[in-house]
């Protein structure tokens, strides 16, 4: 399964990921949400900002997925801190997870610079920040 992943352009996620100081991906909600329970060890993840141009930069593959049980307000932020380095979480985006009952935590090797190319998100009904697409190329413009 191929998903497209947004990372925050402003915390420069990208480029973290690039440099291999990002090397795990982050979701979490107070329910059960995609991406929760539909990633698993060997997907395809690629990776876009969230600036709006719909441009994928890379790829990389999943080798490790944890989909939480219900956690409480104190685990989920002990959770979080316990990754927060390799999350490569900013401030902002450690607030805005912290706490949540539920955390996606996906470990991704061997970050691909890709030649850049734009997707569609016309299939989509959702505006989430992760995209299940199943194969790329069908989404691929």
Excluded: C
Excluded at 82 to 102: I, T
Aim: glycine content about 8%; hydrophobic content about 40%.
């Amino acid at each position: 399964m191929d998903h497209i992943v947004y990372l925050d352009k402003p915390a420069g996620a990208l480029e973290a990921m690039r440099r291999g100081d990002k090397t795990m991906v982050g979701r979490a909600a107070m329910g059960r949400r995609s991406p929760y329970g539909k990633v698993n060890v060997d997907d395809m993840l690629y990776f876009t900002e969230n600036d709006g141009k719909q441009i994928v930069h890379g790829r990389g593959k999943v080798t490790r997925v944890y989909d939480s049980p219900k956690l409480t307000h104190e685990e989920s932020i002990s959770l979080l801190e316990s990754y927060r380095r390799n999350l490569w979480l900013s401030e902002k985006q450690f607030l805005r997870m912290a706490g949540k009952r539920y955390l996606v935590l996906i470990t991704v090797a061997g970050f691909e610079e890709l030649p850049e190319f734009r997707f569609t998100r016309a299939h989509f009904t959702n505006m989430d920040d992760w995209l299940l697409v199943e194969e790329i190329g069908k989404v691929r413009k």
